[in-house]
């Protein structure tokens, strides 16, 4: 079994991280609990949520999912875990409506109460890595950076990253740390997969250069790379609701990762996987996860027995003529996103 270090820190982690946005909507409490136990049993050690899942949150559903997680953790030793967690941030509409008490900004009023809300909920009195959902573009970074730096400080909180950013954000909040002496971004996580290579752009440099790590999210595209939407009919998938959905952001999400270049792709990467003997989640997987700036995978589960094929990544490296293979297919059917 392999494990790595985020960034800088102390945190060693297996190559495979559990996810558990699913957790509350798509998945009851027994089965939450199911599949964190197999993860947990095939060598997983960390684990991922937010105080604002589930998704689609509301004021009634938001938190949910960490008093699930909480939940588990405590039939569990606590130092067998790396916990990670995340403050909601202006979530730049993606998610409406906005967690219980409103917009949730990035500033240190919000940081500390929300803190304070996913610690209780969690049932633990530290996180081990706590991290800013969406940045915020109206809070000057220096109060945000000097609010995480306290609760390291504190102790509530091991080390910090950010999710959903951009490697000037990063560079930004970093530099604004390295001069005020406070803790930095540790690690940043980002949608990457086959369908969505942006990160090879924009953080390679950085992560590797200043040791920051990528936390892969969605390595499936939003399901789309399992081929359930490349069924003649498909029936079952977020994307198919999220197509006439009354959230124009929603709605650009299904069109971005679901259209006729992404599905003609994944059809390539359905006849790989079936050449090489994997299921196409295993690739999808182990590709996200084979390179070195990369701590962790984030996969997501609505069932215990979907983590087979994912877990199944965990110790797989993909051969070089498999890596070309996938590569070709980006290169010749020129990915809008890619």
Excluded at 84 to 111: E, L, M
Excluded at 186 to 209: G, H, P, Y
Excluded at 215 to 244: C, D, M, W
Aim: charged share 20%.
């Amino acid at each position: 079994m392999e494990y790595r270090y985020i960034g800088r820190t102390g945190l060693r982690v297996s190559l495979i991280c559990m996810g558990t946005m699913t957790f509350g909507t798509q998945c009851d409490k027994a089965e939450a609990f199911a599949i964190m136990d197999k993860a947990y049993d095939a060598g997983v050690n960390f684990y991922d949520t937010a105080e604002l899942y589930p998704v689609p949150p509301s004021g009634k559903l938001a938190g949910i999912t960490e008093e699930w997680v909480g939940e588990w953790l405590a039939t569990k030793p606590r130092d067998s875990v790396i916990l990670a967690t995340k403050v909601a941030g202006a979530s730049n509409g993606w998610f409406v409506p906005p967690i219980r008490h409103g917009y949730t900004a990035i500033d240190r009023f919000h940081i500390m109460r929300a803190v304070e809300g996913s610690l209780k909920r969690l049932g633990t009195d530290y996180i081990d890595l706590y991290q800013m959902h969406w940045p915020d573009t109206l809070v000057p970074v220096e109060e945000s950076m000097a609010a995480f730096d306290e609760l390291v400080r504190s102790g509530k909180v091991r080390y910090i990253g950010t999710s959903n950013d951009t490697a000037y954000g990063v560079t930004k909040a970093n530099m604004t740390a390295q001069f005020k002496g406070y803790a930095r971004f540790e690690s940043i996580q980002n949608n990457f997969s086959l369908l969505n290579r942006r990160s090879l752009d924009e953080l390679t440099v950085l992560c590797r250069k200043e040791q920051v790590s990528l936390l892969p999210y969605s390595p499936l595209a939003g399901g789309v790379l399992s081929g359930k939407y490349n069924q003649p009919h498909p029936t079952e998938g977020r994307f198919l609701s999220y197509i006439n959905d009354s959230n124009k952001r929603q709605r650009l999400m299904a069109q971005r990762f679901m259209n006729d270049r992404t599905l003609a792709s994944t059809q390539e990467y359905l006849r790989i996987a079936a050449q090489a003997g994997m299921h196409p989640v295993t690739l999808a997987t182990a590709w996200s996860k084979q390179f070195d700036f990369v701590a962790s995978t984030i996969i997501g589960a609505t069932k215990a027995e979907q983590l087979d094929a994912s877990l199944a990544a965990m110790n797989l490296t993909l051969s070089d003529d498999i890596l070309k293979a996938c590569d070709a297919v980006h290169q010749k059917i020129l990915y809008p996103m890619g």
